[in-house]
C-alpha cells in the first residue's frame, strides 16, 4: 500500500486534485489539517480515505490511477 501511494503523489498536480476534499471534508487529496491557532504549521500534502467499514467507503475519493490503488 505505501509504494502505491507514493505513486499517487508523483502525479501531476491537476490529476491529485481531481480526489480533492469537499470544502469543510476530510476524505480527500489536500494539505495537512489545522487545528488550531497555536498550532506549529507544516505544510504537508495528504489523501485520507476512510476504508473501513467498507459500506462508509466513499469511493469518489478513491483515485483511478495507479491502478492497483483500487485492488484489493
Same mark, same amino acid.
Given at each position: 500500500?505505501?509504494?502505491?501511494? #507514493?505513486?499517487?503523489?508523483?502525479?501531476?498536480?491537476?490529476?491529485?486534485?481531481?480526489?480533492?476534499?469537499? +470544502?469543510? @471534508?476530510?476524505? @480527500?487529496? @489536500? !494539505?495537512?489539517?489545522?487545528? *488550531? !491557532? %497555536? #498550532?506549529?504549521? %507544516?505544510?504537508? %500534502?495528504?489523501?485520507?480515505? #476512510?476504508?473501513?467499514?467498507? *459500506?462508509?467507503?466513499?469511493?469518489?475519493?478513491?483515485? !483511478?490511477? +495507479?491502478? *492497483?490503488?483500487? #485492488?484489493?
Amino acid at each position: 500500500m505505501k509504494a502505491v501511494v #507514493q505513486e499517487f503523489f508523483k502525479l501531476p498536480l491537476k490529476e491529485k486534485n481531481a480526489y480533492a476534499k469537499l +470544502p469543510n @471534508g476530510v476524505e @480527500g487529496y @489536500g !494539505q495537512h489539517f489545522v487545528v *488550531s !491557532q %497555536d #498550532q506549529k504549521l %507544516d505544510w504537508a %500534502d495528504i489523501l485520507f480515505l #476512510q476504508c473501513l467499514p467498507a *459500506s462508509e467507503r466513499k469511493m469518489r475519493f478513491w483515485p !483511478q490511477e +495507479p491502478i *492497483s490503488f483500487r #485492488q484489493p
